[in-house]
């Protein structure tokens, strides 16, 4: 008999889902994808917002986006000659942040060694719920530590006229990336196989010789995303260092001198520029050169840590 | 047994010794300014602390009283953001976790996310003024300030929902697929259930983060200053202009002359509470969980 004569097989009762049940979940998955994407939508709308508002400023005559960039002149509500210089809060920014760098980097990277190799598995809990309160303090709580406590410490020790600058800005904002620094760092860490320092252990390293001869060229990449990240958060911060670092535009002469920076500058006198003035404008230019160097911070971290995922 | 030390062991030990003391120094170094601070802060707030600080208003041009509005405001902020920012962050992680495939489309997807999550706060405060306040016309209010908020939140609630979704493992999905479910099936009958207590703990140490912010609201819809009654409960409108606690502390530490002088510190205190409380719950219901895990 071939196959065609066959007999119809006996109808299978195939239990279907009722059709608002099958239209409901179609809605539902095109909810989530829509979340999904939300998030490009957002960043592209936050640029777009930002620029909108600092673009009629780009196009006028009497404003050169090189003095913007290049001059060390703010001089936003001068009556006969304004300008609009912000390399001194450029400069401002970055002594902050590399003050900050250079006290969060070693003692973070120093604590993510500490917490991956040497520590009991009991310390490493204790430190990461330490490490996650440090990271939830608000950074207006921070920038009054600054105001009183650390402005205080200080002018008693260093005898410096005023205890809110660059040291004290860069104390407060190196203990503010030190979290974000000592996760990532762990891991990075964490990422090393231990086939590696099984190696390392079986030839007789000790677990120093074995962090800076085996873990740490190998988590190199690792390692500098967090750097790189420290640094971002470092940059972005604003109520902190509006409240630690001093209001004085120039280029500071040491770190005892008082700044303004970046995010600092818009945060106090983008409540006192009109809507709409040139002034209110080329604050959100800044905000818009503060989102940009932000993004290649970001996006310079991301593919430094894909780098080694490739590996 | 143990071999005879030689001098080059004995140098790589004592390498050791110091390498470990070093390190551990450097991790200590993390935990003496978090015990300091508090303690130092507590100690100066001692004199205004108590229930009548946190429910009473303002007096005497905020030189005395409470922090009542300010405490409502915050609550007010915090919620409505968290409103907006959580089903959106849930169903955003869901998304990249079990739906999307790995191609470039989605690599720009997690590039925004990551991307999000570093823009300075101050440029989001931009954001809320340029995008809510004046393109959407919802003016200086709470609506515009919780939104604001809401996407700054967005990325870390993305984040932690991912983390809880990804720890779930694949052979779950993969029994249920078997059986015939649909991917969302699966989603809610596997997926959720198992990873629910990390997103909860996830959203809860977002609330505390969303708590503490300044700068996002500061040009959105917080205000110095608002006449409310004393332990008024709900003394808002959405569409007004309200107090928040991280605003308020920054008033009081930079803009009111003659302040009493343990009033900031108690208004620090009690934001820098509140914050952690949450947070060290969300973290204890997290350890317990984990404890409770069947795989």
């Known amino acids: 008999m071939s196959p065609e004569n066959a007999p119809d097989p006996a109808p299978v009762h195939r239990p279907q889902r009722p059709r608002w ?10 909810l989530i994808r829509l979340s999904g994407v939300s998030a490009i939508v957002f960043v592209a709308a936050i640029f777009f917002f930002v620029l909108r508002e600092a673009a009629p400023v780009l196009v006028r005559e009497d404003f050169s986006l090189g003095q913007f960039l290049f001059s060390t002149e703010w001089y936003p509500t001068s009556a006969t000659n304004v300008r609009y210089g912000t390399l001194a809060l450029t400069v401002g920014t970055l002594s902050v942040t590399a003050l900050a760098m250079a006290l969060a980097v070693p003692f973070g990277l120093g604590a993510a060694i500490y917490l991956s190799e040497f520590c009991s598995a009991r310390v490493r809990e204790t430190l990461k719920v330490v490490i996650e309160l440090l990271s939830a303090i608000p950074s207006v ?59 390392g252990l ?110 | 047994m143990r071999f005879a030390r030689t001098p080059h062991v004995a140098r790589k030990e004592r390498a050791e010794v110091a390498a470990k003391a070093i390190f551990a120094l450097m991790a200590a170094a993390m935990v003496v300014p978090l015990v300091l601070i508090v303690g130092y802060l507590v100690y100066l707030a001692w004199p205004s602390l108590g229930w009548e600080f946190l429910v009473d208003v303002p007096r ?134 198992n990873s629910i207590s990390g997103i909860l703990t996830g959203i809860i140490l977002q609330v505390s983060r969303a708590a503490g912010e300044t700068a996002p609201i500061m040009f959105t819809g917080a205000v110095f200053f608002k006449a409310v009654g004393r332990g008024e409960l709900f003394p808002y409108g959405l569409h007004e202009q309200c107090m928040a606690l991280s605003m308020h502390l920054y008033t009081l530490a930079t803009q009111v002359p003659n302040v ?36």
């Open chain 1, 21 to 30: 049940a099958l239209l409901g979940e179609r809605a539902f998955e095109a």
């Open chain 1, 141 to 199: 709580v921070w920038g009054f530590v600054g105001l009183t406590v650390m402005s205080r410490l200080i002018v008693d020790l260093t005898g410096a006229p005023v205890g809110v600058n660059v040291l004290n800005g860069g104390i407060i904002l190196a203990l503010m990336s030190v979290p974000v620094i000592v996760s990532i760092g762990e891991d990075a860490l964490k990422a090393v196989p231990d086939s590696y320092r099984e190696a």
């Open chain 1, 202 to 311: 079986a030839l007789g390293a000790t677990r120093w010789q074995l962090v800076y001869r085996v873990l740490l060229p190998a988590a190199r990449n690792g390692l500098l995303a967090a750097v790189l990240l420290g640094v971002g958060r470092a940059v972005g911060e604003t109520m902190a260092v509006l409240m630690a670092t001093g209001h004085a535009v120039h280029i500071p002469q040491g770190i005892l001198d008082s700044v303004r920076t970046l995010t600092a500058n818009i945060a106090a006198e983008l409540g006192e520029a009109p809507a709409g003035s040139d002034h209110y404008r080329v604050l959100f230019l800044t905000g818009t050169l503060l989102f940009l160097i932000t993004f290649a911070v970001n996006l310079t971290a991301d593919f430094v840590v894909r780098g080694i995922r490739r590996k």
């Open chain 2, 60 to 193: 005497r041009g905020m030189t005395e009283g409470g922090i009542w509005p300010a405490f409502v405001g915050t609550l007010y902020l915090v919620g409505i953001s968290l409103l907006v920012s959580a089903p959106i962050g849930v169903l955003a992680a869901i998304y990249l976790n079990e739906y999307a495939r790995d191609n470039w489309f989605n690599r720009v997807v997690n590039l925004a996310v990551i991307n999000l999550a570093g823009v300075p706060s101050i440029v989001h405060a931009l954001f809320g003024l340029g995008a809510f306040v004046y393109a959407a016309r919802l003016g200086y209010s709470i609506l515009s300030a919780a939104l604001t908020l809401a996407i700054m939140t967005l990325p870390v609630i993305i984040a932690s929902t991912r983390e809880a979704l990804a720890s779930v493992p694949m052979a779950f999905r993969e029994a249920c697929w078997n059986v015939g479910a649909t991917r969302w099936q699966t989603i809610r009958a596997v997926v959720l259930p």
């Open chain 2, 260 to 295: 009493k002088e343990s009033l900031p510190y108690a208004t620090a205190v009690v934001l820098l509470g509140s914050v952690l409380l949450v947070n060290a719950s969300a973290i204890a219901l997290r350890v317990w969980l984990r404890g409770r895990k069947k795989w």
